[in-house]
DNA sequence: GAGTACGAAATCGTATACGAAGGGTAGGCA
DNA sequence: TGCCTACCCTTCGTATACGATTTCGTACTC
């Protein structure tokens, strides 16, 4: 069936059925076919897939490492939810991961890959006008992904990764509940970018992206406080 | 023989199949059963753990996922190996990750806490007389642990974890190569429980923590560099 | 003598099958 | 009427079995 239904089909045909899966399940957890809290039902998921539970029970487990997913022993697995404090700490390793990442790859970075990130970081200026948080969420990862992509560290690239997926479990961006924060978010890609620019300590630019992020945090936080006093 | 004997066995026995698995396997790679480049032949640990292959498989999938073990589809598992360039990315994680777990749990470490990290350093120092780089690395992460193991973030502590245990399988550690490291590790570590101890700055902490693991990693590389020029 | 091609052994990948553990519901008893 | 218990159903955990792929050894040819 794999053959002849999808002969050269797309990128996720490739590899081995356990690889499929995981790319799919992830696929639907990030685009909200499963949301948070949603069931993981491995013989369901494996009929829909048509392939085996065994493979898909990996790729659930791989999920599990990353944190997508919770599960529990003789129970199953649901897609992780949105638990404030998961929030705080995933945002928290974040900033230090990214952080050194970007500041990291940042001597790597040259002028195709800021004319790149200036250019997505005017889109988002544009976003503004009339907001709309998911494009500018999905901007904003396309942004920090140029800047922190060329990290030499692979590990902790990995790990950027892992955070960027977590959080994108949960769609409705920080941006949708703190839309003020997202003005000040594009003034601070452009110093960022003015660091790269000229070079900058790697020290500096780490404090700066690091801080980047950390103000997003806080400013959730803030608005959560309010709201849930 | 599991059953039978094993009823409230010991902790071994706890949990899943794949769980004691995974145990059984990453304790013999952290002792060196499975040295570097050992191949792990799927049907061989089942049989030699008395249960079938799927656990194992996915005990091996998990150790991929943090490292231990590098795996090839359709080919197998090998034990990961000590690639010079493998450890700088690890130690540059680790310092980033630990620098900073040691910041967030520094506030909440007790006098208890200091007195047991003190006792061990001042083991390490009798230990620098007639040195055993085994037993000294062993007291350093044993120092380290407690200096971390309260941080908040269960994220971040688990990032510090995966670095050690990486780390565990090159038990031959830096300070068989660099022994001079040893005496300058134990001063720092002073250094670090006196910023503890008078509730320092948390950026300060971080860098100080981070600083000395750089040091060790920056030791391993000149040595190195002197070695294989 | 060296290189290549073919075949066999070893090992992985996945499917299917069965036993075990949890949760939900219906029925009975206080 | 409310709570407790027993049963059943769903779903997971593991074993076994078979097909797929890779690798190594051997023989043949240039």
């Not at 404030?84 to 390793?93: N, R």
């Not at 050194?100 to 890959?113: K, R, Y």
């Not at 920090?144 to 690239?157: G, T, Y």
Request: one cysteine or more.
């Amino acid at each position: 069936m794999t053959e002849v239904a999808g002969t050269a089909r797309d990128a996720a045909t490739e590899g081995s059925k356990s690889q499929q899966a995981y790319a799919a399940v992830t696929a639907r957890i990030v685009d909200g076919t499963y949301p948070p809290g949603h069931r993981l039902v491995l013989a369901a998921i494996a009929h829909d897939l048509g392939v085996s539970v065994v493979p898909v029970r990996e790729a659930i487990r791989r999920l599990e490492a990353e944190g997508l997913v919770t599960f529990q022993r003789n129970v199953g697995a649901t897609v992780a939810g949105i638990d404030p404090t998961e929030y705080l700490y995933t945002m928290q390793t974040l900033s230090l991961v990214e952080g050194a990442a970007t500041a990291l790859s940042a001597p790597l970075i040259g002028v195709a890959d800021i004319a790149r990130a200036r250019a997505v970081n005017e889109e988002m200026r544009a976003c503004l006008q009339h907001f709309d948080p998911l494009r500018f969420t999905r901007l904003n990862q396309e942004f920090h992904a140029v800047l922190f992509e060329r990290c030499p560290n692979p590990h902790l690239l990995d790990l950027v990764h892992r955070g960027w997926n977590r959080l994108a479990s949960l769609r409705s961006s920080t941006f949708r509940f703190v839309p003020g924060r997202a003005r000040a978010s594009v003034e601070e890609h452009e110093g960022l970018l003015r660091l790269i620019e000229e070079s900058a300590d790697a020290d500096e630019i780490e404090r700066a992206a690091r801080s980047h992020r950390s103000a997003t945090l806080d400013a959730y936080l803030a608005h959560a406080h309010d709201t849930h006093p």
